[in-house]
């Protein structure tokens, strides 16, 4: 009796641990399951990361949908999630214009009253005054992007529908940075923008030979490296417009705005302005010329410069050579000029091509071809006409 009691014990103990087994295992498989039909489901329709920055992203931003006129603020973001560029892409499905505006990563934003009391009562301790380079040091991983955005359109009048951040290779696989621009305001008020970013050749060819099916591929791929809060679907519904789109008559620009202390204070009128003017541009039929560049560009950048002083006023060619080294030129050295004194300045240059940007900083300078010292590709000679105290400049 004992024995059989013993092995009745016994098979109820193995009954009772493999159904313990099974029902573990099968919770297991459908937790598994719910994990995966979440992660399908957020990365189709997209959804929040966590029910207090949904609640306050849905506040301040709103919700993320397609339009006629998309705006994408892509980051380009390195290892350690710290931002190494910021361009605002904006595409016109009406027109099948294709716009890139390069926001400087030394953009100092203030934020309004309004916005900086919203932040601070959702528990964000932040600064009133922020840099756009230093934007993981404000905001979690998780919201830096959006909050990005947020700061964006507190400061211009653009409406940002959506976002995407690229890993840095990623995107300098499609952008390619350029030096220092300049141009002038009406009033006479000097607006630079340090660096702008530009498709690459290559990117862009790669991207011509595409038709819709490409586009949708492209999209798929894309998606899987970066990061955004539009949903793959949605994005799949440009790729129809994107065939129609002439990568070659792609317009690339760069906010307005002047360095301060080596932050870049943008020029909000002037950058609005610009925006307002892309938004409300016809088709695009000829490449992109001087005249409709938001900036002048420079053509003596990365050239070798020599300032000769020929007006005897002390200081002067120290003063330029300030001026320019700040606007990005390379200035090798400063000097007096051996020969007579001059009234008029003379921009004096290697090839055909260089100093005709150098001419905004002076009234009356001239541009002459000239032979000049070994390793010297550009000089300056001050005419007393460069004079800063009476005005010329």
């Not at 190494?84 to 953009?107: C, G, H, Q, R, W």
């Not at 519904?237 to 002439?246: D, L």
């Not at 070659?248 to 620009?253: C, K, M």
Request: charged share 25%; proline share 2%.
């Amino acid at each position: 009796m004992k024995k059989k009691k013993k092995k009745k014990v016994i098979r109820k103990f193995i009954y009772i641990f493999l159904n313990s087994i099974l029902i573990i295992l099968a919770l297991m498989v459908t937790g598994f399951i719910s994990y995966k039909l979440t992660l399908l489901y957020y990365d189709n329709f997209g959804g929040p990361k966590d029910d207090k920055t949904a609640r306050i992203i849905s506040e301040l931003y709103g919700e993320v949908e397609v339009t006629e006129v998309p705006k994408n603020l892509i980051y380009a973001v390195g290892d350690d999630k710290e931002l190494k560029a910021v361009v605002l892409e904006i595409f016109n499905t009406k027109t099948n214009n294709m716009d890139y505006i390069t926001i400087p990563l030394k953009s100092q934003f203030t934020l309004s009253n309004e916005l900086y009391q919203k932040l601070c009562a959702s528990g964000c301790d932040i600064p009133q005054i922020m840099k756009l380079s230093r934007m993981d040091d404000y905001f979690s991983d998780e919201t830096m992007y959006e909050y990005g955005i947020i700061m964006i359109e507190d400061l211009l009048d653009v409406d940002i529908n959506y976002y995407t951040a690229l890993p840095a290779d990623e995107f300098k696989k499609m952008f390619k940075q350029r030096h220092a621009m300049v141009a002038y305001a009406e009033d006479g008020t000097e607006m630079q923008s340090y660096y702008e970013w530009h498709l690459k050749k290559s990117y862009i060819k790669k991207i011509s030979a595409f038709d819709e099916n490409d586009y949708e591929d492209y999209i798929k791929e894309i998606s899987k490296v970066s990061e955004s809060n539009l949903n793959i679907k949605s994005k799949l519904e440009y790729a129809k417009s994107y065939v129609n789109m002439n990568p070659n008559l792609i317009y690339e620009h760069s906010l307005y705005g002047k360095l301060n202390n080596n932050d870049f204070e943008i020029n909000v009128e002037a950058s609005n302005q610009m925006i307002q003017m892309i938004l409300s541009n016809p088709s695009y039929t000829n490449e992109q010329t001087e005249e409709v560049t938001t900036a002048t560009k420079q053509a003596s950048l990365g050239y070798t410069i020599q300032i000769l002083n020929a007006s005897e006023i002390n200081g002067l060619a120290a003063t330029y050579q300030t001026t320019l080294t700040n606007a990005g030129y390379t200035i090798a050295s400063i000097g007096n000029y051996t020969g007579e004194m001059a009234t008029q300045t003379k921009i004096l240059v290697s090839e055909e091509g260089l100093g005709t940007d150098l001419l905004t900083y002076f009234k009356n300078a001239v541009v002459e071809k000239a032979e000049l010292p070994y390793g010297c590709d550009i000089q300056i000679v001050l005419g007393t006409d460069a004079d800063i105290s009476t005005g010329s400049y």
